[in-house]
């Protein structure tokens, strides 16, 4: 029975496989000592044998390959959640940190103080809207009441407008609704501090004869009961004598960064601390 000749290379093949194999089955039985035969054998398997391990060894180093990339996958995933882990205990570190400075320098003040003042923390800055204001944690139930003062290390914020059992709105001195009786620190000339609705305040009432400069220093003057004498307001950037009028133009600005608020004190003006 003759073969079809598409299928001959196919059945040579398994000819060849075959007749690979009966030798190599023949050579391990054959006595080591049978030179000639073995040697042949040896010669004509060979390259079969090769032929054979080839893509086998292929096989099974793709198969290592691709076992490896899975366990070095699993280990890169968990060495990514240890390191966001281990960042977010980092950052955690630092806040406090951070906010342990803050605090030192609060009671810094409060202790060079003679007033008695309530720490708060910032829950939310308002000065995208018409009226600027912060909103503190405290309220009525930790004695905060309605025109209190509020500053920081750097100097005033602005003073409560509006209380509740544990919540406060604090009016800053950059809206335009506040007014601070003020003062220019270096040369004693006061005027009145009023908020421009900006990041900015106008000195105003300061007549053109008296020298006021860019870089000189204002701080509350004392005349109203809200704001107690020498607490740092800002510092004047700019004195123009050339507009129209009796007074000065004096832009002034404010001691502390409005937007990077997190603790303020609150003045507990009336309570002072016992000698």
Request: net charge positive; with cysteine.
């Amino acid at each position: 029975m003759s073969i079809p000749k598409k299928y001959r290379p196919v059945a040579i093949f398994i000819l060849f496989i075959a007749f690979s194999v009966i030798i190599l089955i023949l050579s391990t039985k054959m006595p080591s000592d049978t030179v000639y035969p073995r040697r042949f054998i040896l010669d004509v398997t060979a390259p079969v044998e090769r032929l054979i391990r080839i893509p086998l060894d292929k096989t099974i180093n793709v198969w290592n390959r691709y076992l490896f990339l899975v366990g070095l996958g699993d280990e890169n995933l968990r060495l990514k959640k240890e390191n966001d882990r281990l960042k977010n205990q980092l950052l955690k570190y630092q806040e406090g940190y951070l906010e342990g400075l803050r605090l030192q320098k609060l009671l810094t003040l409060k202790d060079r103080s003679d007033y008695v003042f309530t720490t708060a923390r910032v829950i939310e800055i308002d000065q995208k809207s018409l009226i600027k204001m912060i909103l503190i944690n405290k309220g009525t139930s930790h004695g905060i009441s309605k025109g209190l003062p509020v500053m920081n290390d750097q100097g005033v914020i602005g003073r409560v407008i509006e209380t509740s059992w544990h919540v406060s709105r604090v009016l800053l001195i950059s809206d335009g609704n506040s007014n601070i009786d003020a003062l220019v620190q270096g040369t004693r000339v006061q005027g009145m501090l009023q908020g421009s609705g900006t990041m900015r305040c106008i000195l105003k009432y300061i007549a053109k004869t008296e020298d006021v400069k860019a870089g000189d220093l204002v701080v509350s003057s004392g005349m109203t009961e809200v704001f107690p004498k020498g607490l740092l307001l800002g510092t004047v950037i700019r004195a123009d004598k050339k507009e129209s009028g009796l007074f000065q133009r004096i832009e002034v600005v404010p001691a502390v960064d409005f937007t990077r608020l997190e603790e303020v004190l609150v003045l507990m003006v009336g309570d002072k601390k016992k000698k």
